[in-house]
């Protein structure tokens, strides 16, 4: 029965989309957005919705999340296209409901497919690695930085330009320009060339080629993205991801322009396909260095030592990829830093396993990792320093690896014991709580938090009642707010790490 209700319910769909021209519901999903994304003055322009439809996405009473708007996206460009004799979807407010309704119950059927035991709290993983990024807003200035800090080494810049023609820089400038023309209006001209901004004509052609495909493209990309044994749609990979931008003629049109700054800062990675690993080490070691010097600027109390050799045992060892040091010589938090980014299989999986995704094995080393210098702290001082009484482990992710993922991340532990288990010199004392946590959050933490209060937030996640919380909710539930939240300790690199920042702030 519950095969039959989702067979309905994608055929619904499927004809409601079927019955929509293409320009017409890529307007329409612009304004849509635009409405519920406090931009109302550049939708009013082109549309008129209804008062419930307008406003703040968690305060209207007519939410169409953006999430869904790019799953209806995907499946119109795979949609079979229906008669002219059909009525067709209407062209305003009540269309896009129409059709967000129908993947709504579709989504509900498909969720009736899934086994009982990949429902209710365990398949949070994959509601949160598909909704959380859209409400983090459109662009930051952390975002920002750390993409061009991640993705501004030598052998990558080197290979990117040799690939696409432009510079990461000129890449990255011409996006933040297209946004911001995407912000405006649902279709838009490229403009030849942008002299105040130093943008010349070859450069803005050769990224927008970058960013965008043809409709005819985008169907035949649609439908091998599609084609993955993944009953719901909303959990298929998006064609948008890759290419932000879908050209009509002479126009384009972006529909969710928050995912042309995703292409351009996160979506970088795509970009290290097939690189060769030197590169891929450059951008692993440049993700360890910015979490170091993030934490350093972040908080005053500490000094941070990168990666370090030293002997112990009668052995050479290299420590942890940063330890933070309270004082002169006492080791407060270990670090390990992962780069690795999740496929699309494991990000969205209903039953993740550990076999998934090597990253998962990765975590489970690197917890194991800092075990062993927590060993080598009782056993000895490494570089002179010794081991603290609130000794804290911390792995950071560039993507969100095990949010609110228990059942995996209790994988990823057992795993790390039996690793741990085959060294005789890591004893259950040694095997401190490890808190998990991605870089987006651990900047939001740091924003939240006094030094003090920091501690106390990784202190307090060992707590069995905050088991697989996410660091800044513990940090909610344990502390009141601040008056007004810390600075981003690296907003004074911004003009060193962005080079077209400084053109920005000349206008």
């Not at 351009?264 to 030197?278: H, I, K, N």
């Not at 995996?408 to 014991?417: C, K, Q, S």
């Not at 513990?474 to 400084?502: E, F």
């Amino acid at each position: 029965m519950s095969r039959v209700r989702y067979n309905i319910a994608s055929r619904r769909l499927h004809e409601i989309l079927g019955t929509a021209r293409e320009e017409e519901f890529f307007a329409l999903s612009w304004a849509t957005h635009a409405f519920q994304n406090g931009r109302e003055e550049a939708a009013s322009r082109y549309f008129r919705f209804p008062p419930n439809a307008v406003g703040d996405l968690f305060d209207c009473k007519w939410p169409v999340f953006p999430w869904a708007i790019e799953t209806l996206l995907n499946e119109l460009l795979v949609a079979p296209k229906r008669p002219l004799t059909w009525p067709p979807l209407q062209k305003n407010f009540d269309g896009i409901r129409r059709a967000f309704n129908a993947l709504c119950d579709l989504e509900g059927a498909a969720y009736q497919l899934l086994p009982s035991e990949a429902r209710g709290v365990v398949g949070l993983g994959r509601v949160v690695q598909r909704q959380f990024e859209w409400q983090r807003g459109d662009i930051s200035l952390p975002q920002l930085v750390r993409a061009h800090f991640l993705y501004g080494g030598e052998r990558y810049g080197s290979a990117f330009e040799q690939k696409h023609g432009v510079t990461v820089s000129q890449f990255t400038f011409c996006c933040f320009a297209f946004f911001l023309i995407a912000q405006k209006q649902p279709f838009f001209g490229v403009p030849r060339a942008l002299p105040i901004l130093d943008l010349e004509s070859d450069v803005i052609t050769r990224v927008v080629n970058l960013l965008s495909m043809t409709l005819d493209e985008a169907r035949s990309a649609a439908s091998l993205e599609r084609e993955v044994p993944e009953a719901d749609p909303s959990y298929r990979p998006s064609v948008f991801r890759h290419h932000p931008l879908i050209r009509f003629g002479e126009l384009y049109a972006a529909p969710l322009p928050a995912l042309i700054v995703s292409r351009s800062t996160s979506g970088l990675f795509y970009d290290l396909a097939g690189a060769e690993g030197g590169i891929r080490n450059e951008v692993s070691g440049r993700f360890e260095a910015y979490c170091s010097r993030l934490l350093s600027s972040m908080l005053a109390s500490m000094r941070t030592l990168p990666e370090f050799s030293y002997r112990l045992l009668g052995q050479n060892w290299v420590s942890p990829d940063v330890v933070m040091i309270e004082g002169d010589s006492s080791i407060r938090v270990i670090v390990e830093c992962k780069a690795t980014r999740m496929p699309v299989p494991a990000r969205f999986a209903a039953q993740p396993h550990i076999d998934d995704a090597r990253g998962y094995a990765e975590l489970a080393r690197g917890i194991t990792q800092i075990w062993r210098f927590a060993s080598h702290c009782r056993h000895g001082s490494p570089g002179g320093m010794g081991r603290h009484d609130d000794l804290a482990g911390l792995l950071i992710t560039l993507d969100s690896w095990l949010t609110m993922a228990g059942g995996i991340a209790d994988e990823v532990f057992a795993l790390a014991h039996r690793l741990a288990d085959e060294d005789p010199g890591i004893s259950p004392s040694d095997r401190i709580h490890v808190n998990f946590v991605s870089i987006e959050d651990l900047e939001l933490l740091l924003a939240m938090s006094t030094d003090e209060q920091f501690f106390e937030t990784l202190a307090a996640a060992s707590a069995i009642e905050f088991k697989h919380w996410l660091l800044p909710n513990v940090r909610r539930q344990i502390a009141p707010a601040l008056t007004k939240q810390r600075d981003y300790g690296l907003k004074d690199t911004v003009s060193d790490l962005v080079p077209w920042w400084r053109a920005i702030e000349r206008l």
